[in-house]
DNA sequence: TCTGGGGTCCTAGGACCC
DNA sequence: TCTGGGGTCCTAGGACCC
């Protein structure tokens, strides 16, 4: 009995997820923007075979979109996340082990019992789509980094069929001289064409290439992924219960913001958001980060990135706000256009292993309630419920700094208002 | 005019110490 | 003031991921 790494992935999940509320745009080209309707993020098969490219800025394609009838989403990430949650929890039922490594990816462990670990593969596969209607795809190696690979060709457009095992020898080889080098996961943008210069242009190639070579050029980081690939285990499957040690909350805005009074209502929003995050995962920060910048694309460019650290840690809206707020106004200049702003929260701990009477602060030991009662409301009436003053712009319709969303998809699954009355769900 | 919003890990180099 | 080895800690930046 052995141990498998199995990776589930669902495909052209963005898209996916606004199709299963339009089921006519089932066999259409769709495609879901980022936030501020900025690039194209998600694209369904059909886009593909436009040409519609990952990340591409949408302004360039617009124009082609409407030549070819392009159904355009902005991203709804309430949606994504809940079709996500549901996806997790059934496999949830199939494996203890299920790391959920991203929004729209899983890997699991599942031992080979009975020696019928393609058939466990299949099941998992069929319960996924007909409990959510999210199609997915689903590779099995002994590795994480051949999970990838094994995902990879099960896709449609490889010829797979959703389901695919690489764990003969013979098999994980041909796999390997066929996958290019840039697409191993762990080998990016910068890598990549390296890589390729050197003449290592496929996996198969890599892992024959000398370990001391390999550590150097690429790093440990590298050298395990290769150790990887060759069916050696280094990174294991499971879930991250340890506390992230980041945490940023940031978007561009609609359109430029000059004036220290629009970001400072932006910085409160983010610095807010922030907290609220930090109190759901029972979480407690000490240093605080702002972040600010022009667009990249523009000849009259700054950014800045700056913070400070608080005697203790907190996760209290107002110390939050108040500490991004001061460091603004040490960082901002004037005059630019700026086209974007965050807050960053770092040194992040277990909000229990906080001594209580300082957890808000020794002059505010009173706002520990106030919190909970804001994140009462929050959680019964919505994030438009309560806000701060600084933030209070963002309230009115024309808000400077607010991004543009003009092609949300209604909130199908996480808002009442929202649910649809019929659901035509055709399996 | 218009180019996302999150994260992690690793390394090199500087500050500081004996 | 200069010489030198050797160690730790911290941070910025680079690389990767979705």
Redo the contacts with the bound molecule.
Sequence with gaps: MSIYTVLIDANNFFVSCERLFRPELRNKPVIVL???D??V?SRSEEAKALGLTM?E?Y?KVRERCDQHGVSIFSSNFALYRDMSRRIMSVLRRYADTVEA?????AFVALDGRDGDIAQQAHALHTAVIRETGIPVSVGVAHTKTLA?VATHFAKPKYGGRGVNLLLEPYVRNVALEELPVDE?????????PVLKDLGVTTAGKLIRMDDTWLRKRL???GLRTVYELRGTPCFTVGEDTTL?????????FG??VYDLSGLKQAIAH?ARKAAE?LRVEGAAAREVYVTIRT?R??THRYSAYDGDTLTHHTNDTITIVQTALSVLERMYRKGFPY??A?V?VKDIVPEESVMPRTIFGEESGARKPLMHALDALRHRFGDRAVQLGAEELRCTTEKSWH?KSNTLSPRYTSSWADIPTVSPHVA
Aim: charged share 20%; with cysteine; hydrophobic share 30%.
């Design positions: 980022s936030s501020n900025g690039c993020i990340g800025p302004f490594y991203s929004v729209d990816e990838k191993v996961w762990g080998i990016g943008f910068r890598l990549g790093s440990v980081r992230r040690k980041s945490l940023l909350h940031s978007q561009s359109r430029p983010h995050v667009s694309h523009t086209a974007k965050g960053m991004p």
